[in-house]
């Protein structure tokens, strides 16, 4: 099986910074895409980056020019580093990778979320 955590949510003022972190383990073969997704109180959640194992980021609207995503393929880790942060962005954050198993099997796995406050 395998798993994915989360780590870095906390409280942070509007304008302020925050990086996100997601460790995959367990019986990995290879990660393809990687991305996180976010929902607030009350809504859907909703994708917020995604990075595949080779290409281009894609980041929606919402987000674009303030998150950056990125990836350490060698710790099968992804980041979500956050600036310019906003009221609006606090949410429960979830990564979410596409991965082959050592047994071969595709999975779509995700993590447990983290909470982002943004508040003053």
């Known amino acids: 099986q395998v798993q994915l955590v989360e780590s870095g949510g906390g409280l942070v003022q509007p304008g302020g910074s925050l990086r996100l972190s997601c460790a995959a383990s367990g019986s990995i073969l290879r990660i393809n895409a990687m991305g996180w997704y976010r929902q607030a109180p009350g809504k859907e959640r909703e994708w917020v980056a995604a990075i595949p194992r080779g290409g281009t980021t894609n980041y929606a609207d919402s987000v674009k020019g303030r998150f950056t995503i990125s990836r350490d393929n060698a710790k099968n880790t992804v980041y979500l580093q956050m600036n310019s942060l906003k009221p609006e962005d606090t949410a429960v954050y979830y990564c979410?990778?596409?991965?082959?198993?050592?047994?071969?099997?595709?999975?779509?796995?995700w993590g447990q979320g983290t909470l982002v406050t943004v508040s003053s």
């Open positions: 979410n990778a596409a991965v082959i198993a050592l047994n071969l099997k595709n999975l779509e796995v």
